[in-house]
């Protein structure tokens, strides 16, 4: 069983900067494309930014110039770095690593932006 650990959450006020992380001991990581998601109260899960084993990333609309998605297989490790956050990015975030034959999930990392 892969499991991926998340850290980097946390309370920030509007306009600063966090960096999620999201570590796994599995040999699957490089073969790997990787995601990061996130869930709002109430709302549904929602795409952030993807990054395919081959480097090619991209992110949703909402998050475009401020969030930056990258990976370091050498150390099974994603990355979302965060700048000029917004309260509306509040949310649970989730990283998640897929292929056509596995999918999985981290645990989830709170990020709340207050204004």
């Known amino acids: 069983q892969v499991q991926l650990v998340e850290s980097g959450g946390g309370l920030v006020q509007a306009g600063g900067s966090l960096r999620l992380s999201c570590t796994t001991s599995g040999s699957i990581f490089s073969i790997s494309t990787l995601g990061w998601y996130r869930q709002a109260p109430g709302k549904q899960r929602e795409l952030v930014a993807v990054i395919t084993s081959n480097g090619n990333a991209n992110s949703a609309d909402s998050v475009k110039g401020r969030f930056t998605i990258s990976r370091d297989d050498a150390k099974n490790t994603m990355f979302l770095q965060m700048n000029s956050l917004k309260p509306e990015d509040t949310a649970v975030y989730y990283c998640?690593?897929?292929?056509?034959?596995?999918?999985?999930w981290g645990q989830g990392t709170q990020v709340t932006v207050s204004s």
């Open positions: 998640n690593v897929h292929s056509p034959i596995w999918d999985y």
